[in-house]
C-alpha cells in the first residue's frame, strides 16, 4: 500500500503540475502587467523622440517596440498614450526630503507629480553617521535628544539611516552623499580650527564607511556654519578617503557671489588633489554685480574639461535661492553653537551688524547680495511676527521702524534661528546661458510636500522645478530640445552617480517611466503662492508601480534604496 500511494502521490503531482504549464499558456494569462502604448518615446539618452510601445512585467521594463507591435499583447493593464510624451524617471540631485522619508507620509506629493521618481539628498548634513557632537546639542541633551542623535550611530549608521527611509515607505526612490558638515562635526561639532590628526582620521573613517554603505560621495554647504569652517585641505584628505570607492565630491561652494571664479578654483583643487569627480551645487553668479561672472564660470569649467578633468554642475531655474535667514549674519557667530547666545549679547549684536552692513565681506553675505528689498522671509511662528510672513526685509524693517540688521537679528532670535528666506540673486539671461551646456543637470534644492497640510511659505522650486523647464524652456523658449532636457533630468545624473538601471528606458532597465503632456505641462507653483501642483504630468511609474494617476498620487510608496559604487552590499 505504500507503494502504491507513493506512486498516485507522484502522478497526482504531475498533472497539478502540468495544469499550472496549461494554465499559464491560456490566452487569457497576461503577458505584462503594463503596457504603455503609442507613445512618443524620449529614452533619456539624448536621441531622438520616436513613437513606441512599452511593455513591463513586475519592476522592470520587459520590452520597447515600435508602435503598434504591443498590441495584440497580453496585459493586465493598457495605457494609450497617444499625443504624450514617455520619458524616463526624474532624478532629483539636490533633493532635501530626509524628514518627509524619516518621520513623514513619504509621498513628497510635490515631487512626484513634477516627474521625480529618484531623490538624492545630502548637502552638508545627513542624519548618519551620528554621535552627540553632529547633534549640536552635545552634553547639553536630554535623554530623548542623546536617543535620538545616536539612532545612527556606529559603524553601519549610514545604512541604518538609509533603511530606515526605505522601510518608513518613500513614493520615490532615494539615496544620498554623505554630508560633508555632517563628517566634520562627528570630530570636532561645531568648533573652529582645524581637526587635529587624530579628528582628522575619524573623519576618514566614518567616510570610509558611508561608502561603503552606499554614499554616492561627500556633500559640502561651505558656507554655512560648521561646513564653513572646513579648509581646502582638510576637504581634500577627506575625498582621498572616498576615492577608492568611486564617489563624487559634490558642494555648495564657498562663494556663488564675489569669489565665485576663486571657489570654483578650490574645487577643482579638491577634485584634483584629492582624485575625485566634481559637481557643483546650483550653479550661479549671484547678486547684480555678479552677474558678467557668470559666462566666465562656464569658460572655467569648459577649461578644465578641457584639460581631461572631470568636473559638471547642476542647477535649478529660479532667480530666487532659498536657504535660513541666518545666513544673513556672519559665520563666526554660529561657533561652538552659540548663535542665540551671540544675539543676545550687545557687544556681539554691535558687531554682526557692523559687518553684516558692509558691501563686501570674506563671507558670502546674502542679504547684501540680494538687498533688503530682495529678500523674503517664510513663515514666522512667534506672535509679534506672525503678521510679517511673506514680506521682505525691507518691508518688515520699515513697519518695525528698525534697521534692517536689528529687524533680521530681532527675528531669528525669536524664532531659535528656525526660519527661512527667498534671496533674489540670479539673472534670468544667466539661467538659460547655463542650460544649454551639455554638463548641466537639475536639482530642486527642496524637500517633497503635500500641498494639502503644507502651511509654511515654500520656495516654488518644491512643486515645479523639473515641469518649469518641460514648460517654460523646452516648449516655450525653446532654450533647449527635449530630448536634451530629458537627459539632463535622468541620465545624466545616473550615469554621474553610476546608478545603474534607472534615468533610461531600455529593456531590463528599472520601470520609472513619467507620461506627460508636452503641449501643456507646466508649473504652477509662484513665490506668493507655492502650494500649487504642477500640470501636464499625466502618470508617474516607480519600479513599476502607478504613484501618479491622471496628475492625483494614488497613495503607493513603492521607492527603494540607491546606493553608490562603493556599496559592500553587506548583511545587516
Same mark, same amino acid.
Given at each position: 500500500?505504500?507503494?502504491?500511494?507513493?506512486?498516485?502521490?507522484?502522478?497526482?503531482?504531475?498533472?497539478?503540475?502540468?495544469?499550472?504549464?496549461?494554465?499559464?499558456?491560456?490566452?487569457?494569462?497576461?503577458?505584462?502587467?503594463?503596457?504603455?502604448?503609442? =507613445?512618443?518615446?524620449?529614452?533619456?539618452?539624448?536621441?531622438?523622440?520616436?513613437?513606441?510601445?512599452?511593455?513591463?512585467?513586475?519592476?522592470?521594463?520587459?520590452?520597447?517596440?515600435?508602435?503598434?507591435?504591443?498590441?495584440?499583447?497580453?496585459?493586465?493593464?493598457?495605457?494609450?498614450?497617444?499625443?504624450?510624451?514617455?520619458?524616463?524617471?526624474?532624478?532629483?540631485?539636490?533633493?532635501?526630503?530626509?524628514?518627509?522619508?524619516?518621520?513623514?507620509?513619504?509621498?513628497?506629493?510635490?515631487? +512626484?507629480?513634477?516627474?521625480?521618481?529618484?531623490?538624492?539628498? /545630502?548637502?552638508?548634513?545627513?542624519?548618519?553617521?551620528?554621535?552627540?557632537?553632529?547633534?549640536?546639542?552635545?552634553?547639553?541633551?536630554?535623554?530623548?535628544?542623546?536617543?535620538?542623535?545616536?539612532?545612527?550611530?556606529?559603524?553601519?549608521?549610514?545604512?541604518?539611516?538609509?533603511?530606515?527611509?526605505?522601510?518608513?515607505?518613500?513614493?520615490?526612490?532615494?539615496?544620498?552623499?554623505?554630508?560633508?558638515?555632517?563628517?566634520? &562635526?562627528?570630530?570636532?561639532?561645531?568648533?573652529?580650527?582645524?581637526?587635529?590628526?587624530?579628528?582628522?582620521?575619524?573623519?576618514?573613517?566614518?567616510?570610509?564607511?558611508?561608502?561603503?554603505?552606499?554614499?554616492?560621495?561627500?556633500?559640502?554647504?561651505?558656507?554655512? *556654519?560648521?561646513?564653513?569652517?572646513?579648509?581646502?585641505?582638510?576637504? +581634500?584628505?577627506?575625498?582621498?578617503?572616498?576615492? *577608492?570607492?568611486?564617489?563624487?565630491?559634490?558642494?555648495?561652494?564657498?562663494?556663488?557671489?564675489?569669489?565665485?571664479?576663486?571657489?570654483?578654483?578650490?574645487?577643482?583643487?579638491? /577634485?584634483?588633489?584629492? /582624485?575625485?569627480?566634481?559637481?557643483?551645487?546650483?550653479?550661479?553668479?549671484?547678486?547684480?554685480?555678479?552677474?558678467?561672472? @557668470?559666462?566666465?564660470?562656464?569658460?572655467?569649467?569648459?577649461?578644465?574639461?578641457?584639460?581631461?578633468?572631470?568636473?559638471?554642475?547642476?542647477?535649478?531655474?529660479?532667480?530666487?535661492?532659498?536657504?535660513?535667514?541666518?545666513?544673513?549674519?556672519?559665520?563666526?557667530?554660529?561657533?561652538?553653537?552659540?548663535?542665540?547666545?551671540?544675539?543676545?549679547?550687545?557687544?556681539?549684536?554691535?558687531?554682526?551688524? @557692523?559687518? +553684516?552692513?558692509?558691501?563686501?565681506?570674506?563671507?558670502?553675505?546674502?542679504?547684501?547680495?540680494?538687498?533688503?528689498?530682495?529678500?523674503? +522671509?517664510?513663515?514666522?511662528?512667534?506672535?509679534?511676527?506672525?503678521?510679517?510672513?511673506?514680506?521682505?526685509?525691507?518691508?518688515?524693517?520699515?513697519?518695525?521702524?528698525?534697521?534692517?540688521?536689528?529687524?533680521?537679528?530681532?527675528?531669528?532670535?525669536?524664532?531659535?534661528?528656525?526660519? =527661512? @528666506?527667498?534671496?533674489?540673486?540670479?539673472?534670468?539671461?544667466?539661467?538659460?546661458?547655463?542650460?544649454?551646456?551639455?554638463?548641466?543637470?537639475? /536639482?530642486?534644492?527642496?524637500?517633497?510636500?503635500?500641498?494639502?497640510?503644507? $502651511?509654511?511659505?515654500?520656495?516654488?522650486?518644491?512643486?515645479?522645478?523639473?515641469?518649469?523647464?518641460?514648460?517654460?524652456?523646452?516648449?516655450?523658449?525653446?532654450? &533647449? *530640445?527635449?530630448?536634451?532636457?530629458?537627459?539632463?533630468?535622468?541620465?545624466?545624473?545616473?550615469?554621474?552617480?553610476?546608478?545603474?538601471?534607472?534615468?533610461?528606458?531600455?529593456?531590463?532597465?528599472?520601470?520609472?517611466?513619467?507620461?506627460?503632456?508636452?503641449?501643456?505641462?507646466?508649473? $504652477?507653483?509662484?513665490?506668493?503662492?507655492?502650494?500649487?501642483?504642477?500640470?501636464? &504630468?499625466?502618470?508617474?511609474?516607480?519600479?513599476?508601480?502607478?504613484?501618479?494617476?491622471?496628475?492625483?498620487?494614488?497613495?503607493?510608496?513603492?521607492?527603494?534604496?540607491?546606493?553608490?559604487?562603493?556599496?559592500?552590499?553587506?548583511?545587516?
Amino acid at each position: 500500500m505504500r507503494a502504491i500511494g507513493s506512486v498516485t502521490t507522484l502522478l497526482l503531482l504531475g498533472i497539478s503540475s502540468a495544469c499550472a504549464t496549461a494554465a499559464r499558456g491560456r490566452s487569457d494569462a497576461p503577458a505584462y502587467d503594463l503596457v504603455i502604448e503609442n =507613445g512618443r518615446i524620449v529614452d533619456g539618452s539624448g536621441n531622438a523622440w520616436s513613437y513606441g510601445d512599452i511593455a513591463v512585467r513586475g519592476d522592470r521594463i520587459a520590452r520597447i517596440t515600435p508602435r503598434g507591435m504591443l498590441r495584440g499583447a497580453r496585459a493586465a493593464n493598457r495605457l494609450d498614450a497617444r499625443g504624450l510624451v514617455v520619458a524616463p524617471g526624474f532624478i532629483d540631485i539636490q533633493s532635501h526630503s530626509r524628514g518627509a522619508f524619516l518621520g513623514g507620509d513619504g509621498r513628497i506629493v510635490s515631487k +512626484v507629480t513634477q516627474g521625480i521618481t529618484t531623490e538624492i539628498m /545630502g548637502e552638508g548634513a545627513t542624519n548618519a553617521p551620528a554621535n552627540l557632537l553632529t547633534s549640536e546639542l552635545g552634553e547639553r541633551a536630554t535623554p530623548a535628544q542623546r536617543q535620538e542623535a545616536l539612532r545612527f550611530a556606529g559603524p553601519r549608521g549610514f545604512d541604518a539611516w538609509l533603511r530606515a527611509m526605505e522601510a518608513n515607505g518613500a513614493s520615490a526612490n532615494l539615496g544620498s552623499f554623505v554630508g560633508a558638515t555632517t563628517v566634520r &562635526m562627528y570630530a570636532k561639532g561645531m568648533a573652529e580650527g582645524a581637526p587635529s590628526p587624530a579628528e582628522l582620521d575619524s573623519m576618514r573613517t566614518v567616510v570610509r564607511e558611508a561608502m561603503r554603505d552606499g554614499a554616492f560621495g561627500i556633500a559640502s554647504a561651505l558656507i554655512y *556654519p560648521p561646513g564653513v569652517y572646513a579648509s581646502t585641505e582638510e576637504l +581634500v584628505e577627506t575625498a582621498k578617503a572616498m576615492a *577608492p570607492f568611486g564617489g563624487v565630491y559634490i558642494t555648495h561652494m564657498r562663494s556663488e557671489a564675489d569669489e565665485l571664479l576663486e571657489a570654483i578654483d578650490e574645487a577643482l583643487r579638491i /577634485g584634483r588633489e584629492g /582624485g575625485v569627480p566634481v559637481e557643483i551645487y546650483h550653479l550661479k553668479a549671484a547678486g547684480k554685480r555678479n552677474w558678467h561672472k @557668470a559666462a566666465q564660470a562656464v569658460a572655467k569649467i569648459d577649461s578644465a574639461r578641457a584639460l581631461g578633468q572631470d568636473v559638471s554642475a547642476d542647477m535649478y531655474p529660479y532667480v530666487a535661492g532659498g536657504t535660513g535667514l541666518a545666513a544673513c549674519l556672519p559665520p563666526w557667530a554660529s561657533a561652538d553653537g552659540k548663535l542665540l547666545a551671540n544675539l543676545a549679547d550687545p557687544a556681539s549684536r554691535a558687531r554682526m551688524k @557692523a559687518e +553684516v552692513l558692509q558691501e563686501r565681506t570674506e563671507w558670502e553675505n546674502l542679504c547684501q547680495l540680494a538687498t533688503p528689498e530682495g529678500v523674503t +522671509v517664510s513663515a514666522l511662528r512667534t506672535p509679534q511676527y506672525q503678521q510679517y510672513s511673506g514680506q521682505t526685509v525691507a518691508q518688515i524693517a520699515t513697519a518695525l521702524g528698525k534697521d534692517w540688521p536689528d529687524a533680521v537679528m530681532d527675528m531669528v532670535q525669536a524664532e531659535q534661528a528656525r526660519i =527661512g @528666506a527667498m534671496y533674489f540673486i540670479a539673472s534670468e539671461e544667466n539661467l538659460a546661458m547655463q542650460m544649454r551646456q551639455p554638463w548641466i543637470k537639475f /536639482g530642486t534644492d527642496a524637500s517633497g510636500m503635500d500641498p494639502d497640510s503644507a $502651511r509654511a511659505l515654500a520656495h516654488p522650486r518644491t512643486y515645479g522645478t523639473f515641469t518649469r523647464i518641460l514648460g517654460k524652456y523646452v516648449r516655450d523658449d525653446r532654450v &533647449m *530640445p527635449l530630448e536634451e532636457a530629458v537627459r539632463k533630468m535622468s541620465s545624466a545624473v545616473a550615469s554621474r552617480l553610476s546608478i545603474r538601471d534607472r534615468g533610461v528606458l531600455r529593456e531590463g532597465a528599472f520601470a520609472d517611466i513619467v507620461v506627460f503632456d508636452p503641449a501643456t505641462v507646466a508649473d $504652477r507653483a509662484t513665490y506668493q503662492q507655492p502650494h500649487q501642483l504642477s500640470v501636464g &504630468m499625466h502618470h508617474v511609474f516607480v519600479n513599476g508601480v502607478q504613484v501618479v494617476r491622471n496628475g492625483r498620487h494614488t497613495g503607493a510608496k513603492p521607492g527603494r534604496i540607491v546606493r553608490g559604487p562603493g556599496w559592500t552590499g553587506r548583511a545587516q
